[in-house]
């Protein structure tokens, strides 16, 4: 079947510095991707997302890229902080239908050294 | 202030109790939807729900099931419970079903013995 996926399970990073978590998807026909956070103990918090007819999306700190010849999706966290310390997770949206449904990627835990 | 409110957060009972877990949402959101959330296996769909009376089962659906009377409820139901339903559970609405971003609820923690 068709999922979604993340290259590396934990990243540790020291604060100040940027932060790459990547993805990657293998639904060709996905044309919508999220990204989301998730702090110990609180549900899924949306912090950008990008749509398949863009290739960059930028928000405040926060930047999405997506490849799609690849089908690569990577979050970039610039100045990364301690707050930043959560598990992310990406998910994908198929297009061309009425049914909705959000795959979620396993997730990736982002570790914030002081 | 919008939100997504789950009850209860935190439950623990025994295999065979029929147990409901309520979802609620107060932005006019037209699809609603369950998830599990286990380690190592990510966030998985249990069900759907498109509109009032209107839901569809996700990848998970085994043991469970949900109704849409009204617009802003969504509950979970688990008739009889089993150990392996043992999970933390989010449920999710959303503006429209065409792909808006979902806003989670803070989970229920489950525990059946």
New interface residues.
Partial sequence: GESVGLHLPTLSVQEGDNSIINCAYSNSASDYFIWYKQESGKGPQFIIDIRSNMDKRQGQRVTVLLNKTVKHLSLQIAATQPGDSAVYFCAEIPGGGSNYKLTFGKGTLLTVNP | EAQ?TQNPRYLITVTGKKLTVTCSQNMNHE?M?W?RQDP??????IY?S?NVEVT?K?DVPEGYKVSRKEKRNFPLILESPSPNQTSLY?C?S?LR???E???????TRLLVL
């Fill in positions: 997504v699809y939807s998830y190592g296996l990510g966030l998985r769909q759907y498109m569809d996700g989010f999710a959303s079903s065409d792909g971003t979902q806003y989670f609820g803070p989970g």
